[in-house]
């Protein structure tokens, strides 16, 4: 199938891009910049360069494709996030891109949309799991943006067209956050949000890419993407394992904590989600575990 990925330069536009092509799918990567052309045909892609906001140059882009998947994001890197506007940019990809990228996808033809979101809009679970039935929390307006987005591949979804949102777990492997959470446990700081007996869920960047692929064959809906989750006590010795140092990553203390605003609040939620349902439809599995030897260079 003809394919166009927006944010095909980043982590997870080029995990895409390189499964898809893997897969034996033709994938067109979009970049606002000269500069992201060879890094899209270095995953096996073609380029184009267009505006990520402006739909008519999108709708130029994606003639030709019956898909289109979108991992626009860009998300600040560690306590960078508590600054003013550090997720100005964020916003403005979720809010208007996203948007802009729904309807040109369907001016242009296209019969399929694949749209990044998050499991970071699920409220704290304790211990208890999380499937995709569960309300979000996003009554705060720090959400509007990736409401707004849902709405816009929700919308997408008509006229016979279809539309898939995949909510990411928190993604781990070679990228600047994980690269400074493993700084940060070999420097002794502390990194992690939340208590030792809270649940992540993470996603490793080479199973997110293959979930992209698998992601053609659901049918219209929202799915959790991610592995066993795991307690925070567990990824603290993880963490310590893959970056070599004696002890565990350090949490933050509880009065630094209550200060981080709601943007980082969400990574002190407890979040166990399940992902049965994308597994038992598309038959993805996750390959890369925290706890698999030198996950951070793969
Ligand atoms: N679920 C999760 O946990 C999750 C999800 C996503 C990202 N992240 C993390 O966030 C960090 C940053 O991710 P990343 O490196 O992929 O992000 P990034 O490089 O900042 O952005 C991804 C791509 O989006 C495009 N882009 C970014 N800002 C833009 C803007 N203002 N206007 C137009 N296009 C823009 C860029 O493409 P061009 O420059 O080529 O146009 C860029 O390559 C990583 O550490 C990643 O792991 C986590």
């Known amino acids: 199938?003809?394919?166009a990925v927006t944010g095909a330069t980043g982590v997870l536009g080029q995990e895409a891009?390189?499964?898809l092509v893997a897969a034996g799918h033709e994938v067109t990567g979009i970049t606002r910049r000269d500069s992201g052309v060879p890094i899209v045909e270095g995953r096996?892609?073609?380029a184009i360069v267009a505006d990520v906001f402006d739909p008519r140059d999108l709708t130029r882009a994606f003639r030709g494709h019956e898909i289109v998947i979108n991992t626009l994001a860009h998300v600040p890197v560690g306590?960078?996030?508590l600054r003013p506007l550090a997720w100005r940019e964020d916003d403005k990809l979720h809010l208007e891109a996203s948007v802009a990228i729904a309807k040109a996808a369907a001016e242009a033809g296209a019969r399929k949309l694949i749209q990044e979101s998050t499991i970071f809009l699920y409220p704290d679970n304790g211990s208890d799991w999380i499937s995709e039935d569960l309300a979000l929390n996003v009554r705060n307006q720090a959400f509007r943006p990736r409401v707004r987005e849902m709405r816009a591949a929700v919308d997408f979804a008509t006229s016979g067209r279809s539309a898939v949102i995949l909510?990411?777990?928190?993604?781990?492997?070679?990228d600047q956050h994980t690269t400074h959470a493993l700084k940060a446990t070999r420097d002794g700081d502390p990194i992690l949000l939340g208590k030792p007996d809270h649940y992540v869920t993470l996603l490793h960047h080479s199973d997110a890419g293959r979930a992209f692929v698998a992601a053609l064959r659901a049918s219209s809906g929202f799915y959790n993407v991610?592995?066993?989750p795991i307690t925070k006590k567990r990824w603290a010795k993880d963490l310590a394992t893959e970056a070599g140092a004696q002890s565990p990553a350090k949490f933050y203390p509880e009065i630094t904590q209550a200060i981080v605003g709601t943007r980082l609040d969400v990574q002190r939620r407890s979040l166990r989600v399940s992902s049965v349902r994308?597994?038992?439809?598309?038959?993805?599995r996750p390959t890369v575990g925290p706890s698999t030897p030198g996950w951070s260079r793969r």
């Open 1 to 3: 199938m003809r394919i």
């Open 17 to 19: 891009v390189e499964a």
């Open 44 to 46: 096996g892609g073609s």
């Open 79 to 81: 306590m960078s996030g």
């Open 167 to 174: 909510r990411l777990g928190q993604l781990f492997g070679r």
């Open 226 to 228: 991610g592995g066993e």
């Open 278 to 284: 994308f597994m038992s439809e598309t038959g993805w």
